[in-house]
């Protein structure tokens, strides 16, 4: 094959060869993979498909998702960043329990926690990840102290060992937020917490 036409945005486009099973069409490139599928590219992004339309379909639906998640991000906290990545990262929804019946090892708060551990201690392939989970490292210092040793007010760790994991990731994206950065700062945060919790119950 030497030229194939696609449509980029309602425009036909020529595939122009540049190299052995290599095309460009407008400013994207593809290529036939040895598997026969085409893989599209543009900047750092790329689709994949079984025909070079498919392929660069498949760009430009991932082109149009980085930009809306650009667009979210910019007006996101840095708690919203981290609870909405955490939430992905470990598939947890609005009625997703901290508590599996089926296996009794399973712990929802402690699957988030070991997510920011890991990102500290072991930092994987997803750098960007990596680095969003990286912020909540002090608050997962203070959880440990004082939820987890049971040193903050009863009555709110009960409260927060109540939370749902979607609940309990949006509580450490608000200590992100509130720039904890060593346990005492995360004492005074769980403290005023306390407060308001009395607060609420009076």
Known sequence: MNTEAITINGTETTLTAIGHMTWTASDINLRIRPNMTWRATRGNLAGAGSTAQEAADNLIATERKAEK????????????????????????????????????DVDGHRDVMQAIADANAFPGADAARDAIFQTAYAALCSWEKHIDGYRADAVLVSHINTMTPYQFVALIGDMVDADIANVGEGELFFADMARRLYAQAA
Not at 74 to 89: H, L, P, W
């Open 69 to 104: 998640a650009a667009k979210l991000a910019a007006r996101s906290s840095k708690g919203q960043i981290f609870a909405r990545e955490m939430r992905s990262y470990l598939r947890i929804g609005a009625r997703t329990r901290r508590f599996d019946s089926k296996k009794w």
